[in-house]
């Protein structure tokens, strides 16, 4: 099957401020490459100072008009739903023009695209039903809480499902009637520019929703640090999050901050032992490994070890790895030759820290491409590199365990903490291992199923606050306290 490329793709993405595709100020721009072919197939806008400055100036000017921050809830969610609507009607070209430019399988680009439909729906649902606090003293005094948006958010966002990331905070931020700047990645930026379109359809007002295109340490950068930006929403890698803590200090901005992870999954041997291998393929070879909360180590009591592995390594010698537009295909192109470097280096270094069970380099039959044979390590230490740090790529690190106390030990023994998984039949040790691990989501017996009224984010390294449901509503809301002497 040749290399597919999708029909009307752009060979130049632009910025989207107040209302207006517009490019750079400086007229600079960055190349946009696919990751199957790995060749530059567009150009973008590459944003500077300036551009952020006119993104946050129109961003600024809409909040201060008033009409998208005091606008009825009910109208709010009107356009919201309406997004929802075009999202879903577009689902199959939105997953198509994502999986060629950040290397997806087709069918999982699919499922995202109607994540994001989901985001929009569940916010404009919840701030319909919204309520906030009261507080009585009979006769004497009454108190309430004034909800107000922050103003304009700056949203920051990875290259790993880029559009159902943006949607994750656009549609809480606009549903709170802040006004957005949205910078995403500069591997992925085909899908963002898309929301202008879907947006102006909806009847979302012009300089509500603004978009700058560029490179971190430029445009992610003087975001950051825009005096008129009260707050900044991130999604990337923790030591990216560190940067943007340290720069948002100066101005004391709100931060919300979803980061790396390297989050086990602990099969014990009490478990449905084909659940638990189902659950844990999928847990780190679904979206190419470059999942945040992919169960990239697997911890497995040593009884049923052995046969663990001989399983779980034939299974991810028949993964489908291809090319990404393939309906058949499991596993894709990593996003990008820098990261597939990245990875491929990890895979080298497992050689010496683990026992290769499946994969270890380039699958054959694919020459070309950042295509990695989903890889299996058995045997590796705690004190691993491939056991500690996060690999972001179609690599799982096993490792065999004896007690509980071990288990969870192992379990918490790295600076991450975003998600564990636990396969266990006992409910007593599922929920006191649960209670005990250091992950700000746990899944017992199951993966992938969240409802969007919890609490989602990490622990450690893995993050700082949590958004979901009313949580994120709280992150972009002020909660100003009215007192009234009767
Ligand atoms: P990254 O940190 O390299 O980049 C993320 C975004 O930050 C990009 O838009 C980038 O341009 C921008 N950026 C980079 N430097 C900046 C700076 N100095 N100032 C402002 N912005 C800057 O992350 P990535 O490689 O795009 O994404 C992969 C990482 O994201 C992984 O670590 C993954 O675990 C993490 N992630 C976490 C979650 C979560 O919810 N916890 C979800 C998805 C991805």
């Not at 920051?156 to 995403?184: D, H, Q, R, Y």
């Not at 028949?318 to 990245?342: F, N, Q, S, W």
Request: proline share 6%; net charge negative; with cysteine.
């Amino acid at each position: 099957m040749g290399h597919y490329i999708p029909d009307e793709l752009p060979t130049h993405i632009q910025h989207f401020i107040g209302g207006r595709f517009v490019d750079s100020v400086s007229g600079k721009t960055f190349d946009v490459l696919d990751p199957v072919s790995n060749e530059n197939y567009a150009t973008a806008a590459a944003g500077q100072q300036e551009d952020v400055d006119l993104a946050v100036t129109a961003a600024k000017e809409a909040f201060d008009s008033g009409l998208w921050p005091r606008m009825k809830p009910r109208d709010r969610a009107r356009i919201l739903n309406r997004i929802a609507d075009a999202v879903e009607a577009q689902d199959a070209r939105l997953a198509e023009l994502e999986t060629f430019d950040t290397g997806l399988p087709i069918t999982q680009a699919l499922g995202q695209a109607q994540r994001a439909a989901e985001n929009f729906r569940f916010f404009a649902d919840l701030i319909v039903a919204q309520a906030d606090d009261t507080y009585k003293v009979p006769g004497a005094q009454m108190n309430y809480v004034n909800r107000k948006p922050v103003g304009v958010a700056g949203l920051i966002t990875p290259w790993n499902t880029p559009f159902m990331l943006e949607s994750w905070k656009l549609a809480p931020a606009l549903a709170s009637g802040c006004t957005v700047v949205l910078k995403p990645a500069e591997f992925t930026p085909l899908s963002a520019s898309l929301w202008a379109g879907i947006f102006r359809e909806a009847g979302l007002p012009d300089g509500v929703f603004n978009l700058v295109n560029g490179i971190g340490e430029e445009a992610g950068d003087a975001l950051v640090k825009h005096p008129d930006v009260p707050l900044i929403s991130f999604t990337g890698e923790t030591t990216t999050g560190q940067t943007i803590y340290r720069n948002c200090a100066a101005n004391l901005k709100g931060m919300s901050m979803e980061l790396g992870g390297k989050s086990p999954a602990v099969v014990f041997a009490d478990a449905d032992l084909d659940a638990a291998i189902d659950s844990t393929l999928f847990g780190v070879f679904s979206l190419n490994g470059e999942r945040c909360t992919a169960g990239s180590r697997i911890l497995v009591e040593r009884s049923i070890y052995d046969d663990f592995c001989s399983r779980y390594a034939t299974r991810a010698q028949r993964i489908v790895v291809g090319d990404p537009h393939d309906p058949k295909t499991e596993v894709g192109a990593l996003v990008h030759p820098e990261h597939y470097a990245k990875v491929m280096s990890y895979v080298e270094l497992g050689k010496s820290e683990g026992r290769l069970l499946a994969g270890g380099g380039r699958p054959e039959g694919l020459p070309d491409g950042n295509y990695v044979a989903p890889t299996v390590f058995a045997d590796v230490a705690p004190g691993a590199r491939i056991f500690q740090e996060e690999i972001f790529g179609p690599v799982v690190a096993i490792t065999p365990f004896d007690t509980d106390e071990e288990a969870l030990s192992l379990a918490n023994g790295v600076k991450y903490g975003l998600a564990a998984y636990l396969w266990t039949n006992d409910l007593h040790r599922a929920h006191t291992f649960a209670q005990s691990v250091d992950a700000g989501m746990v899944w017992l017996n199951s993966h992938n199923v969240r409802d969007l009224r919890t609490p989602f984010g990490g622990v450690k390294a893995s993050g700082l606050g949590h958004e979901g449901g009313y949580r994120s509503i709280d992150f972009y809301t002020d909660q100003q306290a009215v007192h009234i002497t009767l």
